[in-house]
């Protein structure tokens, strides 16, 4: 069973190499929880992630603090 999802705030890095055609979207959900949706953006039908606002607020600091450059390092 899927459980409805309540309206996002849908974005596009404007890193996308194409303008936003090939990467993920991410979103706050705007119902007040402060949960983030992730999804494909060539694939919006298919499975949306959500995550709680901790632990979005917890990747974001990693990304900022370069955690996740593997390509660099």
Not at 45 to 51: F, H, L
Not at 57 to 71: M, T
């Amino acid at each position: 069973m899927s459980e409805t999802l309540p309206e996002v705030a849908w974005h596009i890095s404007t890193k996308s190499p194409d303008n936003g055609g090939n990467c993920v979207e991410a979103g706050p959900l705007l119902d007040g929880s402060g949960r983030v949706a992730v999804r494909d953006s060539k694939a919006r039908d298919a499975a949306t992630i959500v995550y709680p606002a901790g632990g979005w607020a917890a990747f974001v600091g990693g990304v900022k603090e370069g955690e996740f450059d593997f390509v660099n390092g």
